[in-house]
């Protein structure tokens, strides 16, 4: 390998790939980046075998080759130095020569003991909007592998859309995209739906195959391993109906910080309207009690887990309607095209 290419342009494609290389895994070089050098390109790649980043910078290529190297000291040379100009050489089989002013060596290993990251394969489904969409319900996946499932955003297509929903059996959330393609339902995995949160806010297109689903967009691809079996029907937990209650969002994030503040036992808050008010509390314990007015037309007797609510509020401006039949069933707010579902909390009033 012998190629030539911007500091910049390599420090940039360096940075999103290094967000799929783990801190700790089983094969040591699920840690290192792939380096190739071919075609008029750098290419680097990285891994944890669950998801994969491949991105490119343009190169003048001498020499083909590559090469396995951990991305740290690599970033730390091209942050240090000013020179805009990076050379890039194969030293043996293992090593990487990196010149930018300044000169470093890195070890690391041949190219053939990286994992192989699955290709782009099948019909592409053009997406607008994914990432934002991303960013709207992703809070609301399981963050464990209790339930593999729910792990994950399930993707159903919709007469000319996908509808996206994550769901952890507290909470749900569901929003839309635009879809241009044909598309099974499929579950895609956490990890991928925050890197594609994260490194692809433009236009999208999907392509996937029997095990893998393909992110790809401006010199950049992520693939997944799908999470296998069936979601559940989360349809069937959104209430059609309920009693609304309004309040300015700015002003309820406020009063809950406020209560959350005094760690309420188990995060229970308490929204309990009364006149032109809502009031929201939390017990620390039995005798001691906060309460924070919030101005709010409609009517509301309910609890939630406070941190379920705040991350509902995060994603939400301006006048919020909260619809709730009784303090047994979900709540539900509706905006942006997006609807969050929490589950209540049991309480004695």
Not at 110 to 116: K, R
Not at 173 to 184: D, I, P
Not at 194 to 210: F, I, N, Q, T, Y
Request: glycine content about 8%; proline content about 5%; hydrophobic content about 40%.
């Amino acid at each position: 390998m012998r190629a030539t290419t911007q500091r910049m342009a390599l420090l940039e494609t360096l940075g999103k790939v290094k967000s799929a290389v783990p801190g700790k895994h089983v094969l040591p070089v699920c840690k290192s980046v792939l380096i190739r050098a071919a075609g008029g390109q750098v290419t680097l790649t990285g891994t944890d075998l669950e998801v994969g980043v491949t991105a490119n910078c343009k190169a003048t290529v001498r020499r083909q080759g590559a090469v396995c190297i951990p991305p740290r000291d690599l970033e730390i040379l091209l942050r240090a130095v000013k020179t805009e100009i990076v050379s890039l050489s194969l030293v043996g089989t293992n090593s990487l020569k990196v010149e930018a002013g300044a000169a470093i060596t890195i070890e690391g290993q041949e190219s053939q003991d990286f994992p192989v990251v699955p290709g782009v394969k099948g019909q592409a489904v053009e997406v607008t909007g994914l990432a934002d969409a991303f960013k709207q319900i992703s809070y609301a996946a399981a963050k464990d592998d209790c339930r593999p499932i729910l792990a994950g955003v399930c993707f159903t297509p919709d007469k000319g859309r996908i509808a996206l929903a994550a769901a952890d059996g507290f909470r749900l959330a569901e929003t839309t995209v635009k879809a241009k393609g044909q598309l099974e339902q499929t579950v895609v995995p956490g990890k991928a739906i925050k890197l594609v949160e994260k490194l692809m806010p433009g236009k999208v297109s999907l392509h996937k195959d029997e095990h893998h689903i393909s992110f790809v967009g401006e010199g950049l691809v992520l693939t997944a391993r799908l999470i296998e079996g069936t979601y559940p029907n989360y349809k069937r937990v959104i209430p059609k109906n309920g009693k609304p209650l309004t309040v300015d969002s700015a002003a309820l994030k406020d009063a809950l910080k406020v209560v959350m503040a005094t760690k309420p036992s188990r995060n229970i808050v308490r929204f309990r309207t009364k006149g032109a008010n809502l009031i929201v509390s939390g017990k620390a314990d039995e005798k001691s009690e906060i309460t924070v007015p919030v101005p709010a037309t409609g009517k509301a007797k309910i609890a939630f887990d406070g941190n379920y609510i705040k991350d509902v509020l995060a994603r939400t401006s301006g006048p919020v309607t909260l619809r709730t039949k009784n303090a047994q069933s979900p709540g539900v707010v509706k905006q942006n095209g997006t609807i969050h579902v929490v589950m209540p909390m049991h309480v004695e009033w």
